[in-house]
Nanobody, 119 residues
């Protein structure tokens, strides 16, 4: 079993910054793609950013140029640096990971961390 634990959420004013972290632990051989999703009240969960083990990245159009995803493979941790935050970035942010173990690939979610951006 794999656990993903997010941290770093909170309340910030528009224009401010936050850095989210997600650490993976448990039984795993390697972590492939890691990603951040978010879900705002009344909306569907959406992809924010994704990073492969080889450090290729892609971003939602709404966050390009403001958010940066990175990872430390040695620490099994993914980060999301969020700058120039806007009220519409308010959401619960979830970490997601594809983990290879025991000959199969499984997908895991964290419990979420809340980000609130005030205007």
């Amino acid at each position: 079993q794999v656990q993903l634990v997010e941290s770093g959420g909170g309340l910030v004013q528009a224009g401010g910054s936050l850095r989210l972290s997600c650490a993976a632990s448990g039984s795993m051989f390697s972590i492939n793609t890691m990603a951040w999703y978010r879900q705002a009240p009344g909306k569907q969960r959406e992809l924010v950013a994704r990073i492969t083990r080889g450090l290729s990245t892609n971003y939602a159009d709404s966050v390009k140029g403001r958010f940066t995803i990175s990872r430390d493979n040695a620490k099994n941790t993914v980060y999301l640096q969020m700058n120039s935050l806007k009220p519409e970035d308010t959401a619960v942010y979830y970490c997601n990971a594809d983990v290879y173990y025991g000959g199969r690939l499984s997908n895991y979610w964290g419990q979420g961390t809340r980000v609130t951006v005030s205007s």
